[in-house]
């Protein structure tokens, strides 16, 4: 069985820095960081391929926020840059075997999500 556990919420100040660690057992697939701030959808934030040859961000957050991976120890990090107060949410990452873009019904196992906020 596939887990995927997200780390490294918590709270910063507009402006500043945060990273997010995202690790998936028992495979290495396209990984995705999306993100469900309140009274919102979920939106997709990131993805990366399983060999980490290719990213995809979405417009927010463009220029701001780095994919990376470690596919030795099954990790996806988020880092976060010039963070945001719009950047508050609770940010989850997931599998897929067919996509690293937007498209969320395409992605398999789900991480429960951990809070990221921004104060202003």
């Known amino acids: 069985q596939v887990h995927v556990v997200e780390s490294g919420g918590g709270l910063v100040q507009a402006g500043g820095s945060l990273r997010l660690s995202c690790v998936a057992s028992?495979?290495?697939?396209?990984m995705g960081w999306f993100r469900q701030a309140p009274g919102k959808e979920r939106e997709f934030v990131a993805g990366i391929s399983a060999s980490a040859g290719q990213t995809s961000y979405a417009d927010s957050v463009k220029g701001r926020f780095t994919i990376s991976r470690d596919n030795a120890k099954n990790s996806v990090f988020l880092q976060m840059d010039s963070a945001q107060p719009d950047d508050t949410a609770v940010y989850s990452c997931a599998d897929s075997k067919v996509t690293w873009k937007i498209y969320q019904h395409l992605y398999d196992y789900w991480g429960q999500g951990i809070q990221v906020t921004v104060s202003s």
């Open positions: 028992g495979r290495t697939y396209h």
